[in-house]
């Protein structure tokens, strides 16, 4: 999956006439200021944040000096800036001075504040805030590029998604960031402040996130997950958030069905229980047939298995328990499945597929041959055969049913898709269902009778 890298790319402040972030009426006498030359010809924005004749800013007489109420020597005078907007700071400062905070060498810090690259080169001092997109006393809370730093900055005209430069080009609730080449306003977003539609808040490393919309993307660990898949290893929690993923695994031998030795270098991966679909885990058995597959979901009770080699037929075996070990995963060879054709006389339909298995009272742990048990598929199709004393494939018994000695049958051409077999003992049935036979295949499924449902062993009296 893909994320996204944020930056700042530019921390220069847009506070020029003109520029995106100032209005292009300027005030008026007695009118209400922002810093750095928002009143009309002839006025000043003094230290009370009105515009006031030049030179009347520190309480002198009209038309005296119009310059910085400090220069880069000079000690700052200082005025507290009102209590007002959230995350103000009420520290001494002289918000928008410029020059005077460009460094500890030549000019002074700013004293409850920040000191803030502006365009064109020159320097000033603004208020610091907390709170990110928020509205504050000149404008809008703005992330300086430095985790956790932010100031009250005038506000852009930059709509969410418009290209920008400065980081207070974008309006207010969003800021300018850079995300692997795309240079747009970004907004911002909390718990408090969620994102719209199908766009889901992520982290900047910043000191705050933002919203974003990428089919790609995919939320980290503890993201919101509700309008986004979870990374890969995570999974969404019952909070709507991203978690760590719990995972269980099972293991087995790959072993040859007819032979019962192990085979190496056969290609196993999982399949869905319910529809037979690939859950995309797999890997290769060792040279001694060994295989560990990890990642099963928690959650997930049974699973399926595919093997398959070359000369051998892909083969399917269902409804193992989920975290099981030392399980036999069988396939079945090429030509075994030519030598059981061809002693019954049965030409194998490569569009069809095929299953073997046995009818047991017990379970897979410990399994009893049922006796004389007819076995039928649904949906109808496929050539319901059993095996001599010898476990060699005979018609013989196909009106008798499963040999006692062994209870072993083969359904040969059956119609690819989702079978059920039936076992019918004495009247008594019991069925396994192949979520998905797929074609020129095979399947290894066994009927059991389980002894808690039945006492003794459901074989007819007399069967041989």
Sequence with gaps: MYRLAFRVVVVAVAVSVGGCALPEERGGPGERCLPNGTCNPGLVCDKTNTCVEAGAEDGGEPGGDTGSSHDATSEPDGHTLPDTGPGRDTGVLDA????????????????????????????????????????????????????????????????????????????????????????????????????????????????????????????????????????????????????????????????????????????????DDDSGIPLGIGGVSDYEGSIVLRGIEAGVARVGVRVGKSDNMDTVQYHFAAGAQGEAFYIVSETTASLIGGILGITLDPSKGFAVGGVYWGDRFDETPVGCAIVTNSPAGGEEHYMDNSGIPTKSRDARGTNPTNGFFMILNMNPGRIVITADANGKRESVVLPDLPADSVAVSHIYFDRSKYPSNPQPPGCQ
């Excluded at 502006?118 to 992330?143: K, N, Q």
């Excluded at 852009?156 to 080449?181: H, I, Q, S």
């Excluded at 539609?197 to 996130?209: D, H, Q």
């Excluded at 898949?229 to 760590?244: D, F, H, K, M, S």
């Design 96 to 271: 928008g001075e410029e020059d005077w905070c460009r460094g500890e060498t030549t000019g002074y810090p700013c004293p409850g504040g920040v000191c803030v690259e502006e365009g064109g080169g020159g320097t000033g001092c603004w208020p610091v805030c907390t709170v990110p997109g928020d509205a504050c006393e000149y404008g809008s809370c703005y992330s300086l590029g430095i985790p956790g730093e932010f100031a009250c900055l005038p506000t852009g005209t930059r709509a969410t998604g418009e290209p920008c430069v400065a980081v207070n080009d974008c309006v207010a609730g969003a800021t300018c960031l850079d995300a692997d080449g795309l240079t747009v306003c970004w907004r911002f977003c909390d718990e408090t402040n969620p994102c719209p539609g199908n766009e889901f808040c992520t982290g900047t490393g910043l000191g705050f996130m933002v919203c974003v919309v990428c089919e790609d993307c995919c939320a980290e660990e503890g993201q919101d997950c509700t309008a986004v898949e979870c990374c890969p290893g995570l999974t969404c929690g019952r909070n709507g958030r991203c978690r760590a993923l719990e995972t269980l695994s099972i293991s087995g031998t790959v072993t040859d069905f007819q032979t019962k030795q192990p085979v190496a270098d056969a290609f196993v991966e999982l399949l």
